[in-house]
């Protein structure tokens, strides 16, 4: 009952974000419709299809989570960190966040949509964490081959976390946001997903200007 818990308020977190995406787009479709401009409607129709496929994928991801038989397999962790970067694009140019990265091509062993998940949490944590700074909004993210490990940094400078906090963000149900807007489980999540499923570690530190996360997934099977 605690993992059900846990999976389904992750789901309402993670859908926040595309609800309120999907909501403009059809504002915007209401306006294509008065205007009578059907190229605009069409572009509309397929950004609201897009929406509603992440946020079906997103339930997917997190049941197969909890599936002990779910499918694994080699995936280039480029191409999922790419693909977390096309899901949450207008969410990081709405917020004027630019993200800088420098990713090598490795092949990992694990569910793809599962990493492309992690990646868009720490996307949106980043986000509202540059929420009322008035400071030019980076996140960096690279990731390079360590001997037997794949490496995935993940940094911003949004003014990191307070230091007698900064040991409880894994806990489940702890967050430093308001309680509207943060349920704790996303990097809880996102730490099982790494741990139980990729065989990875993460770790979180504050940087000079914000947090630098890592994470560390072998390469063998």
């Given at each position: 009952?605690?993992?059900?818990?846990?999976?389904?308020?992750?789901?309402?977190?993670?859908?926040?974000?595309?609800?309120t995406e999907l909501t403009l787009t059809l504002f915007n479709v209401?306006?294509?419709?008065?205007?009578?401009?059907?190229?605009?409607?069409?572009?509309?129709?397929?950004?609201?299809?897009?929406?509603?496929?992440?946020?079906?994928?997103?339930?997917?991801?997190?049941?197969?989570?909890?599936?002990?038989?779910?499918?694994?397999?080699?995936?280039?962790?480029?191409?999922?960190?790419?693909?977390?970067?096309?899901?949450?694009?207008?969410?990081?140019?709405?917020?004027?966040i630019k993200v800088k990265t420098h990713l090598e091509k490795i092949?990992?062993?694990?569910?793809?949509?599962?990493?492309?998940?992690?990646?868009?949490?720490?996307?949106?944590?980043?986000?509202?964490?540059?929420?009322?700074?008035?400071?030019?909004?980076?996140?960096?993210?690279?990731?390079?081959?360590?001997?037997?490990?794949?490496?995935?940094?993940?940094?911003?400078?949004?003014?990191?976390?307070?230091?007698?906090?900064?040991?409880?963000?894994?806990?489940?149900?702890?967050?430093?946001?308001?309680?509207?807007?943060?349920?704790?489980?996303?990097?809880?999540?996102?730490?099982?997903?790494?741990?139980?499923?990729?065989?990875?570690?993460?770790?979180?530190?504050?940087?000079?200007?914000?947090?630098?996360?890592?994470?560390?997934?072998?390469?063998?099977?």
């Amino acid at each position: 009952m605690a993992s059900l818990g846990q999976m389904l308020a992750n789901i309402a977190h993670q859908w926040r974000q595309p609800l309120t995406e999907l909501t403009l787009t059809l504002f915007n479709v209401k306006k294509a419709l008065k205007k009578e401009n059907t190229q605009e409607i069409d572009a509309y129709y397929k950004e609201s299809l897009e929406i509603i496929n992440n946020m079906s994928k997103t339930i997917d991801d997190f049941s197969n989570f909890f599936n002990p038989n779910k499918d694994k397999e080699e995936f280039c962790l480029k191409s999922s960190i790419e693909e977390a970067l096309v899901i949450t694009k207008k969410m990081l140019e709405k917020n004027d966040i630019k993200v800088k990265t420098h990713l090598e091509k490795i092949d990992i062993f694990g569910v793809s949509n599962e990493l492309s998940q992690i990646i868009i949490n720490l996307l949106q944590n980043s986000t509202d964490a540059f929420k009322d700074k008035e400071t030019k909004k980076k996140i960096a993210i690279k990731s390079f081959l360590d001997e037997n490990y794949a490496i995935i940094e993940f940094k911003d400078n949004a003014g990191g976390i307070e230091e007698k906090t900064l040991d409880k963000v894994f806990e489940p149900y702890f967050t430093t946001k308001h309680q509207s807007n943060g349920t704790g489980l996303g990097l809880f999540m996102s730490k099982m997903i790494i741990e139980k499923s990729l065989n990875g570690k993460i770790a979180l530190e504050n940087c000079c200007d914000g947090i630098i996360i890592t994470i560390k997934l072998p390469l063998e099977k």
